[in-house]
């Protein structure tokens, strides 16, 4: 995880990263604990790999911590006209209304006597995933579980086009290779 912010930016398959992640997850599963993936093919995704790595591994990992050891995470991808959308699903515990208000909040908060953090990987999920262009939302009810869906922005291909190639900066650092249309 050090320099991650210095890693090169590149064109990413996410399935492929969603699928190192779970491999990496699997371990951890109980017996009773189910991961299943339901990736359907998506464009490449311009971004660093080893940050998106960590924000889906962040929200698997929260995913199992709602469980309690017992229960499905369902991770799917899907296209969405010019945005990849991978969605994290659970059947655990759920948020309250007030925990989703302060879910990507880092700072800190006493409960039961004691000084507890809030909750940075939230926080650094959200911060990833804005830098890269893409949006982060939660739908979630106390006992019902939870799906996070992430969003990430596409550069689709243009059909018999004649390119003129450039560069330019992004957001996020380094660049990304366009076309220009005459």
């Known amino acids: 995880f050090t320099y991650l912010d210095q890693a090169e930016v590149q064109p990413t398959d996410v399935n492929a990263v969603i699928k190192d992640v779970a491999a990496l997850v699997a371990p951890e599963l109980k017996e009773s604990t189910k991961l299943e993936l339901r990736l359907d093919p998506i464009p490449p995704v ?4 080893q940050q998106i ?4 591994s962040s929200l698997i990992n929260n995913a199992l911590a709602a469980l309690n050891g017992n229960g499905r995470i369902l991770v799917t991808s899907r296209l969405n006209a010019n945005e990849v959308a991978i969605e994290i699903e659970d059947n655990g515990k759920g948020i309250t209304e007030e925990e989703r208000e302060n879910i990507f909040d880092p700072g800190f908060r006493v409960s039961e006597g004691r000084v ?3 909750n940075w990987s939230m926080f ?3 911060q990833i ?3 890269h262009g893409g949006d982060i939302r939660i739908a979630s009810s106390a006992g019902q579980g939870t799906r996070i869906t992430v969003t990430l922005p596409v ?3 243009k059909a018999d086009v004649s390119p ?3 560069a330019i900066g992004t957001p996020w650092g380094g660049s990304v290779v366009f076309v220009w249309v005459r």
Request: with cysteine; hydrophobic share 40%.
């Open 46 to 49: 311009v971004c660093h790999p």
């Open 53 to 56: 790595s960590i924000v889906f």
């Open 116 to 118: 507890l953090t809030g």
């Open 124 to 126: 650094n999920s959200r």
């Open 129 to 131: 995933v804005r830098e």
């Open 155 to 157: 550069e689709l291909p």
């Open 164 to 166: 003129d190639w450039a």
